[in-house]
């Protein structure tokens, strides 16, 4: 009788398990994580032989990991979350989904009082921080590229906002490389003019 119940104990643990496992794994929402890739390239001038080219040599890795951090900020976050918006997504917006049992026991919780500035829209701020959490990058080790991911329950939803973080980047940097060739313009008109005036100025003197 003994061994009877040890054996019937044993059946119903190494059969339970695997169920228990089965439904918990069924009961899981699937995560997606798109991937993309981009290729740094420095938006430093400098003037050589009165033209603009690009600063030879490779970035280092200090600014490598700041386009990261840039391309992960909160600003592509909200221009994502724009293009995109995320704001009328459930995933996103935690306002949109069925309130826990928590919330259902003890009601939405106060805003908390802001000491500097306009009071934040909480729902927003929360859509933003979620959006945010779901975009990584990192740079790729002596290279210039940079890998971008974003994670989601909808598999287009993650595509769209990787492409959407890509580009937004991209079109930062032509702004960026833009505003540095103008700038490097400036400073060549600039020269051309001091140097015609110590011409003129060396002419009156002869």
């Keep these: 009788a003994i061994l009877r119940r040890h054996w019937i104990r044993w059946l119903a643990t190494t059969v339970a398990i695997p169920i228990a496992a089965m439904l918990a794994i069924s009961n899981l929402t699937p995560i997606y994580t798109a991937t993309g890739a981009l290729i740094y390239e420095p938006h430093e001038f400098r003037v050589q032989a009165m033209q603009s080219v690009l600063r030879e040599g490779p970035p280092n890795e200090a600014t490598m990991t700041s386009q990261a951090e840039l391309l992960q900020s909160l600003n592509v976050a909200t ?66 590229v940079i890998e971008v991911t974003f994670s989601s329950r909808d598999p287009l939803v993650a595509a769209a906002a990787v492409n959407h973080a890509m580009d937004i980047y991209i079109k930062s940097q032509y702004t960026a490389k833009a505003r540095a060739v103008h700038r490097t313009m400036d400073q060549s008109r600039q020269r051309e003019k001091d140097l015609r005036k110590t011409t003129e100025a060396a002419d009156n003197e002869i």
């Design 79 to 144: 221009e994502i979350a724009k293009r995109m918006n995320l704001m009328a997504n459930p995933e996103f917006n935690p306002a949109l989904r069925p309130p826990s049992w928590l919330r259902r026991l003890f009601g939405t919780p106060a805003p908390l009082p802001e000491l500097y500035g306009p009071p934040l829209d909480p729902d927003r701020h929360a859509m933003l921080t979620t959006v945010q959490a779901s975009l990584k990058a990192r740079p790729a080790r002596f290279s210039r």
